[in-house]
């Protein structure tokens, strides 16, 4: 297809679609003569891929060339690059101060209570850490309890998510990967909301038909 | 206590202690004196109630005032009051379109296939609309199978956390609701990325120790 075709079909101005392939987000089309260029569906899946990352997911392109570098390139070590490319999604965390003994308390505390082996310095861990320190100055600290359960609930969701993984394609790895972690966490959130709703009319209102 | 001591225990400044004041934020002390009042645990836990919604909650104060109000006068009809007051919450949604004989398709159809039953203008329900179509836009969808897992995740977590409802004290009712809703939100993020974390270290790095 054309690039004015490759415009209609994804929804973003030629013009956006030249700057992403003079800035290299965006692999060249094949020549056709001096001044054309055919363009296919791989075009078409990296425009969308660059439109969610800067889009809906909230990125500068600048932080989406750091995920579209790992999906061209991923590399040799997959769970490495996983974890690389959604540490590169919002929100950012600053990185634990190695010279504090134990930098990341309620994160630490967390992980050994569930029994998961992670990365003390995965990013993941410093947005716990804050996320449970500032539910305990709030006066809602998380309970064992409610930590269990809550894990629980995320491990189903995660080993749901892995199954799918196509881990033979590493590219394509990274793309589901990053998307699939920063799209579906709104969706998550509503869930969650929407499930309490839910559960509350029952316990609240529950002759309404 | 004296308001220094107020401020002391909550680490907020005196100026901004009489902010909320003058502001009705916060009750008033019992009078000792003509330029004194002393203050209690309820002052306490209310200063901290404002910190924590201006602060990780990320509300304005005036949006904030919106639950406060909702804390203080709870009404008669406890599951309305809730709702209004996660409703009050971030992420802003625009009203659906009441002319629009479908406003809401995603969501609509995804609480169909989960069969909640929950107000079609609730406000989760615009929320989750618009996730599940930024998701269908980057070409990864929601399939049956993954809400029926999320839904089903979500679903445990919500009951876990309404079993706890104070519900026979609506003023803390609306406080639990709110602050269980926003702060542990983050938390139940930084888990779903954690446990993908956990379960890739596993799936790829199976001899690691």
Do not use: N
Request: net charge negative; hydrophobic share 45%.
């Amino acid at each position: 297809m054309r690039i004015s075709e490759l415009a209609a079909a994804t929804g973003v101005a030629v013009a956006t679609l030249k700057y992403y392939l003079r800035e290299g987000l965006l692999h060249a089309g094949e020549a056709r003569g001096a001044t054309q260029a055919d363009y296919d569906a791989t075009h078409v899946r990296r425009v969308r891929l660059i439109r969610a990352l800067t889009g809906s997911v909230g990125l500068s392109l600048q932080q989406a060339r750091a995920i579209l570098d790992l999906v061209d390139e991923p590399g040799d070590d997959l769970y490495e690059t996983l974890g690389s490319a959604v540490s590169a999604l919002p929100p950012p965390t600053a990185e634990p101060d190695p010279s504090e003994p134990d930098p990341l308390p309620h994160a630490r505390a967390a992980m050994e209570r569930l029994g998961w082996r992670v990365h003390p310095t995965y990013a993941g861990m410093a947005q716990l850490d804050r996320a449970l320190a500032a539910a305990s100055d709030a006066g809602l600290p998380m309970t064992d309890e409610r930590l269990d359960a809550y894990g629980r609930a995320m491990h189903d969701i995660a080993g749901f998510d892995l199954e799918r993984l196509p881990g033979d394609d590493p590219a394509a790895s990274v793309e589901y990967t990053v998307l699939g972690t920063a799209l579906y966490e709104p969706v998550v959130l509503a869930l969650r909301r929407l499930a309490h709703h839910e559960i509350a009319g029952r316990m609240l209102h529950p002759d309404a038909d």
